[in-house]
């Protein structure tokens, strides 16, 4: 039998709901950067990004996440300013062509400000709240949605910090944490999603071993969990050591398992693909009963 999929209504503050768990939802990857690690084409230019956008809202993406700095292992921090002037033109675009949520991927508080007031309704942090302190009290301010994903360290030396005594254990006593710290600033638990971060500050054996026990991590944590597998780098072996471009078939496995396991939502590039992978494996969770 397939672990239960918990049902959550997560209250957006423009006045939508985001409904988890009747089946899982995908999250459009809309990386807006001269240097993302898994993209054929750089999404720099506005209309471009706009445009891949709204196609991935018609392949059947749910939500739109759009990133405007790097956080793969070893990338460069950028200024706020820098990526506020990369992802607030596109926000502001999408959010009069989209009918679906936008997302926006940032761990800086002045930036998530301006997202949200641009047409962003939720924020997604890579860091869970462990690199800007105020980020959490500026997604209260707003009644904003908030996805907490589990780190260590910074992008440059994230590695350095992969040992785990219990993987599962350590995920989930840290992402308590990082929870608690979204409480004290006033963000309600209704609002929260949380991520266990594959890749991040992980061997690949620590990813997969999170893609296996993601029941567990899920039953004690008793929140959303989004899960984000596309073209990383532990699946690079799997692909016969192909460029992030080329791991979509890993990605497609590492999806299925995901959904298999109880994800809410999975974050993924190939939204059209993807898509049907989804479809794919919630309908054998389903004829299991």
């Known amino acids: 039998m397939f672990p239960e999929r918990l049902s959550y209504s997560i209250p957006l503050f423009n006045g939508g709901v985001l409904e988890l768990g009747p089946r899982p939802l995908v999250m459009g990857i809309l990386n807006v950067t001269p240097d993302s690690f898994a993209e054929a084409e750089r999404l720099t230019d506005t209309s471009l990004a706009v445009q891949a956008a709204v196609q991935m809202e018609a392949e059947g993406a749910d939500l739109i996440d759009v990133g405007g700095e790097s956080t793969r292992p070893g990338s460069v921090p950028v200024s706020a300013d820098q990526e506020a002037a990369r992802v607030l033109p596109v926000i502001g675009e999408l959010r009069s062509r989209l009918r679906i949520p936008i997302s926006v991927d940032t761990y800086k508080s002045s930036v998530a400000d301006a997202a949200l007031r641009a047409g962003a309704a939720?924020?997604?942090?890579?860091s869970g709240l462990l690199y800007d302190s105020h980020l959490a009290a500026v997604v209260a301010s707003?009644?904003?949605?908030?996805?907490?994903?589990h780190t260590r360290g910074r992008p440059a030396s994230m590695y350095e910090h992969a040992r785990y005594e219990d993987l599962a254990g350590d995920v989930v006593r840290e992402l308590r944490d990082r929870l608690a710290l979204a409480a004290a600033a006033g963000v309600p638990a209704d609002r929260i999603l949380v991520d266990p971060g594959l890749g991040f500050a992980k061997l690949p054996e620590h990813s997969y071993g999170v893609l296996a026990r993601l029941p567990e991590i899920a039953a004690a944590l008793e929140r959303p969990v989004v899960i984000g597998p596309s073209r990383k780098s532990f699946l690079r072996d799997a692909a016969g050591g192909r460029a992030a471009v080329e791991r979509d078939w890993t990605t497609a496995a590492a999806v299925t398992a995901a959904v298999l396991n109880g994800a809410h939502i999975v974050r993924v590039h190939a939204v059209a693909e993807m898509a049907q992978v989804v479809?794919?494996?919630?309908?054998?969770?389903?004829a299991r009963g």
């Open 122 to 126: 939720m924020v997604n942090d890579v």
């Open 142 to 149: 707003h009644g904003a949605a908030l996805v907490l994903m």
């Open 279 to 286: 479809r794919a494996a919630e309908a054998v969770r389903r």
